[in-house]
């Protein structure tokens, strides 16, 4: 599992690298820090074509895969890590089904659902930059405002929590008016290795993964500018 996890931050630094050769600076040291933007654009043509997304802010959070991982560690706001230890357990939901481990919260669901719709929560964990890039597998750069991709989530995102784990499920509608549920995820990870929790866009698979549903709902819902490798173009879109 830890060569697994490994595998996949070094190929995040990959993608990092290949940013600063196109957008930003080629000798630029990349963030290793969670709290901090993982790019910077500093190219003139791109900040110019990009400036109706972002006139003047220039960070840029990154996201390339299936899997968008929001924040790894404790969130206060939604887990007491201490009562959760304190009441960690492992049984099964009902006789026959597999075991899960399941502590206490320690927090009040309105508390959590109030967190949930909240600026300054998305802003503290999520927001790393002016601008959110995906990096998709045709080459493209897709970005979007991350003040509009957090608003989006508050306005549109519904909360409900799973009795049995403790998971926090985020689901959204899309245009056509589908509920596509399981979006974002809020949940402890059991492994050695881990053992805290994780918020992001994870689990599934090919076309249901949740990274890439949660970015086909921003392209949906806010605009958006793509930058293909291919053409060296740009497509702005404006729904």
């Not at 790019?39 to 006139?55: N, V």
């Not at 300054?120 to 970005?143: H, S």
């Not at 784990?165 to 689901?171: E, F, H, L, Q």
Request: glycine share 8%.
């Amino acid at each position: 599992m830890k060569k697994i996890a490994s595998m996949v931050k070094n190929r995040g630094h990959k993608h990092e690298v290949l940013f600063n050769n196109i957008f930003g600076n080629p000798d630029a040291n990349l963030s290793y820090t969670k709290n901090k933007p993982d790019c910077l654009i500093t190219s003139a043509y791109h900040k110019d074509e990009l400036k109706s997304l972002s006139p003047t802010g220039h960070d840029v959070s990154l996201k390339a895969g299936n899997t968008w991982q929001i924040h790894l560690g404790e969130i206060q706001e939604l887990t007491d890590f201490a009562f959760w230890n304190k009441t960690l357990e492992r049984r099964a939901p009902a006789p026959g089904l597999r075991p899960i481990t399941r502590g206490g919260h320690g927090v009040s669901w309105d508390s959590q659902k109030n967190a949930l719709r909240s600026n300054g929560f998305w802003a503290k964990y999520f927001r790393k930059g002016d601008l959110l890039c995906y990096y998709d597998k045709a080459c493209n750069w897709t970005f979007f405002n991350m003040d509009q991709v957090i608003s989006f989530i508050i306005e549109f995102g519904t909360w409900r929590m799973i009795q049995a784990s403790g998971r926090i499920k985020g689901d959204f509608f899309n245009t056509s008016g589908v509920l596509l549920q399981g979006i974002i995820t809020y949940e402890y990870r059991s492994e050695s290795h881990k053992r805290t929790f994780v918020l992001g866009a994870h689990g599934g698979v090919g076309e249901s993964a949740n990274g890439l549903r949660l970015f086909k709902l921003l392209q949906e819902k806010i605009p958006s500018s793509t930058f293909s490798t291919k053409t060296q173009t740009y497509i702005h879109s404006h729904p």
